[in-house]
């Protein structure tokens, strides 16, 4: 079965620190993964796409076929990038297969 | 442009009542999607249309749910006899075209709360 795993439900860090938020999937087909986030009192956005292999804010994610991983990095973490974070694999269609999400924390 | 809008955005309704949730998708937007999201989890996926088609139900969890998208726009979800375990933000995304290469715009969430 599809599943997507995110291990951590809170993630806190210091402002500047690197953040990795893991994320973890079960796909018997080649997976499109996807990370989301959602600031507070904001709606779900897209972050960005395992296809398009670009930086969005400092955040990447590298699919690593082998460990079935896709986890998303940001050598330095700022306040602003406190939020939820969902990691999602696409099945079919458009169907979105979402993790539980992770909360991230950056302190000042 | 307006965003994907759903309304009412808090509804509160007693066991047994029915309820109906509504999507305004961006215009122009083929792909309608309508997830359940509970306390402390991710979005779930229910079902899916393709302009007035309803191509995808598999994730709707019981036959008290049932969604429709007539005219290729607006989509409402009704729950029949709500149960305290349909409590949860039922979100409704949309997206340009047909297949997964584009993004899905999600809307800000109606929350349910069934007493």
């Known amino acids: 079965a599809q599943r997507v795993t995110q291990p951590e439900k809170l993630l806190s860090v210091f402002k500047g620190a690197p953040v990795e938020l893991k994320c973890n999937y079960s796909y018997s087909g080649s997976p499109e993964l996807f990370w989301y986030v959602q600031y507070s009192r904001q709606r779900l956005q897209l972050l960005l796409r395992?296809?398009s292999r670009e930086s969005i804010k400092g955040f990447t994610a590298d699919l690593n076929k082998g460990e079935t991983s896709f986890h998303l990095k940001k050598p330095f973490a700022q306040e602003e990038d406190s939020a939820m974070y969902y990691c999602a694999l696409r099945r079919g269609y458009n169907k979105l297969i979402f993790g539980a999400g992770t909360r991230l924390a950056v302190h000042p | 442009g307006a965003g994907v809008s759903q309304s009412p955005r808090y509804k509160v309704a007693k066991r047994g009542q029915d309820v109906a949730l509504r999507c305004d998708p961006i215009s122009g937007h083929v792909s309608l999607f309508w997830y359940q999201q509970a306390l402390g989890q991710g979005p779930e996926f229910l079902t899916y249309f393709q302009n007035e088609a309803q191509l995808d139900k598999s994730g709707l969890p019981s036959d008290r749910f049932f969604a429709e998208r007539p005219e290729g726009s607006v989509s409402t979800l009704k729950i029949q006899r709500t149960q305290q375990e349909d409590s949860a933000v039922y979100l409704c995304a949309s997206s340009r075209g047909e297949d997964g290469s584009y993004e899905q715009y999600f809307g800000p969430g109606t929350r349910l709360t069934v007493t």
């Open positions: 395992h296809i």
